[in-house]
């Protein structure tokens, strides 16, 4: 391997042991050339064509992996190398590889105890011009990593936030480390017993104790154990925390929006729309179950019945295996729009979902509709955060029936557009206008979280 270069942010100024010492990043060139950085994006999109990628709540839109085999080589090879250049002994802990999709955003954050001292790479792109990372909250240093381009950061203690994708496609290898003198050493491997496998029980060291469960980086982020102490010295307490998701703790958002309805539709995130084979799939449902009169209040789905209120026939649409790609689909949704927009604390979807059909009734004259109301209030659905609803008709089949929410800034009508998902906080006020010709469908899901307003 030809030696690392260093490709200092400013043009001229001190070497890069001095440069990351002072700016806790540093830019590096030439760290593996242009036909290796070839063959590792073919390896990352050859991974996802074999179904070994997943999507990470994180980065939703993007295929992601980790530890992979020929990543993880190279994470281990780079050790010593980098080790010279920043002027601290590296322990290698895992690797984690992205395809960056379109419109992707990833949020400020600050990364977990095993990416201490951590490296991003760009191994490929398709686009205009490189997307560029930012390193330092209050400096907002924007840093374009060319490809075969290395930069490194101390990911525990350097915030670093990406605006939101404007490429085809960006294949990004990330790299984290430990100091081998520092608290987090025995992070080694990532607690794992072997490099290029997964962290699955029979890969975990049993001796591994993670620091972020343990509290041992909170204590040092606040001062209270030096930086360097030896990892033998500190306090290891056996306490249980739920796993946190990937990509460490995130920060509060520089976003001063107040999140409100948010659509899903022909102009915004189309590729997450229902198709209309999905949606007459949902309504093909209602041919083997008996509905039920939609009701309202009551602390529970259907409460009581008032048609002057709310007139509809109601199918449950539960989590059994064949309906389960619904389920599987908004969650992907909710995934990604909580990540771009509402930036709640969720827990999911916690019950089956509502298939409604409103109806013209001439017979009765009456017309399927449900007046101002809001989805949240006491009992069950107190802890409501976001309500959804999937339009499943094709316009032409019906005339009313608007989806009309009262929004911040006023009164949003929904479009009407087929497959479309139309989201927004549960405690907006807002009505499915009468129906006064042909039958509109319907399908409403609740997200609930463990805790109100958060």
Same mark, same amino acid.
Request: hydrophobic share 30%.
């Given at each position: 391997?030809?030696?690392?270069?260093?490709?200092?942010?400013?043009?001229?100024?001190?070497?890069?042991?001095?440069?990351?010492?002072?700016?806790?990043?540093?830019?590096?060139?030439?760290?593996?050339?242009?036909?290796?950085?070839?063959?590792?994006?073919?390896?990352?999109?050859?991974?996802?064509?074999?179904?070994?990628?997943?999507?990470?709540?994180?980065?939703?839109?993007?295929?992601?992996?980790?530890?992979?085999?020929?990543?993880?080589?190279?994470?281990?090879?780079?050790?010593?190398?980098?080790?010279?250049?920043?002027?601290?002994?590296?322990?290698?802990?895992?690797?984690?590889?992205?395809?960056?999709?379109?419109?992707?955003?990833?949020?400020?954050?600050?990364?977990? !105890?095993?990416?201490?001292?951590?490296?991003?790479?760009?191994?490929?792109?398709?686009?205009?011009?490189?997307? !560029?990372?930012?390193?330092?909250?209050?400096?907002?240093?924007?840093?374009?990593?060319?490809?075969?381009?290395?930069?490194?950061?101390?990911?525990?203690?350097?915030?670093?936030?990406?605006?939101?994708?404007?490429?085809?496609?960006?294949?990004?290898?990330?790299?984290?480390?430990?100091?081998?003198? =520092?608290?987090?050493?025995?992070?080694?491997?990532?607690?794992?017993?072997?490099?290029?496998?997964?962290?699955?029980?029979?890969?975990?060291?049993?001796?591994?104790?993670?620091?972020?469960?343990?509290?041992?980086?909170?204590?040092?982020?606040?001062?209270?154990?030096?930086?360097?102490?030896?990892?033998?010295?500190?306090?290891?307490?056996?306490?249980?925390?739920?796993?946190?998701?990937?990509? /460490?703790?995130?920060?509060?958002?520089?976003?001063?929006?107040?999140?409100?309805?948010?659509?899903?539709?022909?102009?915004?995130?189309?590729?997450?729309?229902? @198709?209309?084979?999905?949606?007459?799939?949902?309504?093909?449902?209602?041919?083997?179950?008996?509905?039920?009169?939609?009701?309202?209040?009551?602390?529970?789905?259907? =409460?009581?019945?008032?048609?002057?209120?709310?007139?509809?026939?109601?199918?449950?649409?539960?989590?059994?295996?064949?309906?389960?790609?619904?389920?599987?689909?908004?969650?992907?949704?909710?995934?990604?729009?909580?990540?771009?927009?509402?930036?709640?604390?969720?827990?999911?979807? @916690?019950?089956?979902?509502?298939?409604?059909?409103?109806?013209?009734? !001439?017979?009765?004259?009456?017309?399927?509709?449900?007046?101002?109301?809001?989805?949240?209030?006491?009992?069950?659905?107190?802890?409501?955060?976001?309500?959804?609803?999937?339009?499943?008709?094709?316009?032409?089949?019906?005339?009313? /029936?608007?989806?009309?929410?009262?929004?911040?800034?006023? !009164?949003?009508?929904? @479009?009407?557009?087929?497959?479309?998902?139309?989201?927004?906080?549960?405690?907006?006020?807002?009505?499915?206008?009468?129906?006064?010709? /042909?039958?509109?469908?319907?399908?409403?899901?609740?997200?609930?979280?463990?805790?109100?307003?958060?």
């Amino acid at each position: 391997m030809e030696p690392i270069k260093d490709k200092q942010v400013l043009p001229q100024g001190p070497g890069p042991k001095d440069f990351f010492k002072e700016n806790n990043y540093v830019l590096l060139s030439d760290v593996i050339t242009k036909e290796e950085a070839a063959r590792l994006t073919q390896y990352m999109f050859d991974l996802s064509k074999e179904g070994k990628t997943e999507k990470d709540p994180q980065c939703p839109l993007s295929d992601s992996i980790y530890g992979a085999p020929e990543f993880d080589a190279l994470l281990q090879r780079l050790a010593e190398p980098l080790s010279t250049h920043l002027g601290v002994k590296l322990l290698p802990c895992y690797t984690y590889a992205r395809i960056y999709r379109p419109g992707e955003v990833l949020k400020m954050h600050k990364d977990r !105890p095993s990416c201490e001292i951590s490296g991003t790479m760009t191994l490929g792109f398709d686009g205009k011009s490189i997307w !560029p990372i930012y390193f330092d909250e209050e400096k907002r240093k924007k840093v374009e990593i060319g490809v075969g381009e290395l930069a490194m950061y101390r990911g525990c203690e350097v915030a670093h936030w990406r605006p939101e994708f404007k490429g085809t496609w960006q294949v990004q290898l990330f790299m984290h480390y430990v100091n081998a003198e =520092g608290p987090y050493a025995h992070h080694y491997a990532d607690g794992r017993k072997e490099f290029g496998k997964p962290k699955t029980p029979d890969n975990m060291r049993e001796d591994f104790v993670d620091a972020e469960k343990s509290g041992l980086h909170e204590k040092v982020m606040a001062g209270e154990i030096p930086k360097d102490a030896p990892a033998a010295q500190q306090e290891q307490p056996n306490i249980k925390w739920k796993k946190p998701t990937f990509g /460490g703790v995130m920060l509060q958002s520089m976003d001063e929006t107040f999140p409100g309805y948010f659509p899903i539709f022909e102009k915004n995130f189309p590729q997450f729309r229902f @198709t209309p084979e999905e949606c007459q799939k949902i309504i093909d449902i209602s041919k083997e179950e008996y509905a039920d009169d939609a009701g309202v209040g009551g602390g529970s789905d259907r =409460g009581v019945i008032k048609k002057e209120i709310r007139d509809a026939d109601v199918y449950g649409v539960h989590p059994t295996p064949e309906n389960m790609w619904i389920f599987d689909k908004l969650g992907n949704i909710v995934s990604l729009v909580n990540t771009h927009h509402f930036d709640y604390e969720l827990s999911g979807i @916690t019950h089956g979902l509502q298939l409604l059909h409103y109806r013209h009734k !001439p017979e009765e004259k009456t017309n399927g509709h449900y007046n101002w109301h809001i989805d949240s209030g006491p009992g069950p659905s107190a802890l409501r955060k976001i309500s959804m609803s999937v339009q499943l008709s094709e316009d032409k089949y019906y005339e009313g /029936g608007e989806l009309e929410v009262f929004d911040h800034a006023g !009164p949003v009508m929904g @479009t009407k557009e087929l497959g479309s998902v139309h989201l927004f906080p549960s405690y907006m006020p807002h009505k499915v206008h009468p129906v006064t010709k /042909g039958e509109r469908w319907a399908l409403v899901i609740w997200v609930h979280g463990f805790r109100r307003f958060r």
